[in-house]
């Protein structure tokens, strides 16, 4: 017994809190971001929409657009263009939580649905991210394995097999994605605020590669003509809703995006850096990837007469087509720069996420870095290359849980908009005392999970279908093609009502007579003068300050006694 306590001691996070009668446990990454730890500054959250926008699976998304939908290029290109500038909206209003208040996904969540019901949804998000991390893994090996084809030649291509047909892979991508698990694996250990170097540096190199493909496969092609992509669908619907299919895909596409913009929006320099000045990243960069995979997908058909979906097809066609030195040099970059994108994407888009969300569930064993290096060497676990090839039962799974993720990121966005009027007390995400405001019914916002759980239900018929195409009609699909949109209006308007009706608390009875206007709170970092600051981080002028030795990850309080100067209301009107 003795053992396993020290193993215990061992290997608990050092500077979690103890699990006291009123306290939830947490720990430094879990608790509100310190200021000496917000090292996001605007730049940084322009160019990492561009690092991860021109990646494969934007790509790809583009390439298959007219395909998926059976519109007209010209409707595609006005729909395209009409939905990024929807999606950036809500990628700026999902991320003001976390600025103003400089809290993860983990710790909204606990707002809106209460401190023990937050945490069902936190493991829903962590077990897609976990899902999601092992298949761009994969994507990211198979544009690794283009680069090595280009390096070696046949001598890569003739790699003998000794990999059953029923394992769903070959030796020589086996190798590939090893090869490049272990590229990968050393990013797992930068903290956030430390891998936005990652981030600038592919948001430079991804634009060049995505672009360089596109002035190939124009002039190659000699341009996308009458987007002729060698597809007839046949229309089965009405044009609206092959619209509201388009605007779904789309918005599916970065819907993980949009909702973990908290985990990042914590970590900004000044609030407004996460916000506004990401549409200069995101718009330009979004549209540029939906277009130009569109256009690259039917010039290159003029030239080899054939249309390829995704990124990897696209590159092992222009080498079997134009093999010889230049082109092997060209592919090469192209690909080992997309290879590089799908790890700044995946760490974005899933590494991340994952590791507050483990971070939130068990904060004694697990900070945002161990969670990543754990779902690091849980990639093999996911065996992503059977999810792919043999499994399309899953993978079409992935493709729907959009519509159980919209409805989330509704109630979200009413609960911070609507409801609560931007003020969330910030303490009270912290403690399980029945008499804490996100406490609810013993730890659980009971019509907040009847407003999710009541949204997906108009999709699920559609969701069915999908697995049996003679079940039901039409409609049915057609609504599970619009899924993400109804299923987030439906959770909105739900949380909205509920939320009138049952009027929950905004602040503690303590102060039940404080304004309840827009962002009241934004200015104290969401604590009352009362409040004991937590991670650093309080009502200003009260704040426990502390430094950070970088290298050696150790803290030190640098005062415990500071004198109020002045007061909080003064320091927001400055």
Avoid at 498 to 514: Q, V
């Amino acid at each position: 017994m003795n053992a396993l306590k020290r193993f215990d001691h061992y290997v608990s996070v050092r500077d979690s809190t103890e699990n006291e009668d009123d306290l939830l446990r947490a720990n430094r990454d879990l608790k509100p971001t310190p200021p000496q730890e917000r090292t996001w500054r605007t730049y940084n959250y322009i160019v990492v929409w561009f690092q991860s926008a021109f990646g494969v699976s934007s790509w790809n998304t583009g390439s298959s657009l007219m395909k998926a939908t059976g519109l007209p290029y010209k409707q595609v290109i006005g729909g395209a263009i009409l939905t990024t500038f929807f999606c950036c909206l809500l990628v700026v209003v999902s991320a003001r939580s976390g600025a103003d208040y400089h809290i993860g996904y983990p710790a909204v969540a606990r707002a809106v649905f209460g401190v023990r019901l937050g945490s069902f949804f936190v493991f829903v998000r962590m077990f897609v991210a976990a899902l999601w991390f092992g298949v761009q893994t994969y994507y990211g090996s198979r544009c690794f394995d283009i680069a090595l084809r280009c390096m070696f030649g046949h001598k890569w291509t003739d790699i003998p097999n000794h990999i059953p047909e029923s394992a769903g892979i070959t030796t020589r991508l086996m190798v590939a994605f090893l090869l490049y698990w272990m590229a990968q694996f050393p990013l797992m250990f930068l903290h956030p605020r430390q891998i936005r170097w990652f981030f600038t540096v592919k948001g430079i190199i991804m634009p060049i590669a995505a672009f360089g493909l596109f002035i190939f496969c124009m002039i190659k092609g000699g341009g996308p003509g009458d987007y002729d992509i060698g597809v007839r669908v046949e229309k089965v619907s009405t044009t609206g809703n092959q619209w509201i299919h388009m605007i779904n895909s789309i918005i599916g596409s970065v819907s993980a995006m949009i909702i973990n913009q908290p985990d990042i929006a914590r970590y900004a320099k000044k609030k407004h850096s996460a916000t506004w000045p990401q549409s200069i990243g995101y718009i330009p960069s979004t549209l540029a990837i939906l277009l130009i995979g569109m256009a690259s997908n039917a010039s290159i058909r003029r030239a080899y007469g054939e249309s390829y979906w995704s990124m990897w097809d696209l590159m092992t066609a222009i080498l079997e087509n134009e093999w010889g030195p230049g082109t092997r040099c060209a592919v090469f970059l192209c690909s080992l720069s997309f290879a590089v994108g799908a790890a700044g994407t995946n760490i974005f888009g899933n590494s991340i996420p994952f590791a507050a969300d483990l971070c939130g569930l068990l904060p004694k064993y697990f900070t945002i870095v161990r969670g990543q290096i754990f779902l690091g060497l849980l990639a093999w676990a996911m065996v992503p290359w059977k999810m792919i090839n043999s499994a399309a039962t899953l993978v079409s799974f992935l493709g729907s849980y959009s519509i159980f993720v919209a409805p989330l990121l509704g109630c979200l966005l009413s609960d911070f908009y609507i409801i609560r009027k931007g003020n969330i007390h910030v303490p009270s995400l912290y403690t399980k005392n029945p008499k804490g405001i996100y406490y609810f019914y013993k730890g659980c916002n009971l019509w907040a999970g009847a407003a999710w759980v009541i949204s997906p239900i108009i999709a699920i018929p559609g969701l069915y279908r999908s697995y049996h195409a003679d079940a039901l009609t039409q409609t049915a699909s057609d609504i599970f093609y619009g899924g993400w949109l109804y299923t987030f209006i439906i959770g909105f308007v739900a949380y909205t009502a509920l939320g009138l009706y049952f009027k929950p608390k905004i602040y503690p009875d303590a102060y039940s007579e404080t304004p309840k206007t827009w962002e009241y709170l934004v200015d104290t970092n969401g604590f009352f003068e009362d409040d004991e600051p937590i991670n650093g981080v309080g009502y200003p002028g009260t704040v426990i300050e502390e430094e950070k030795d970088v290298a050696s990850g150790s803290y030190e309080h640098k005062s415990d006694d500071i004198q109020v100067v002045m007061s909080a209301r003064s320091v927001g009107q400055m």
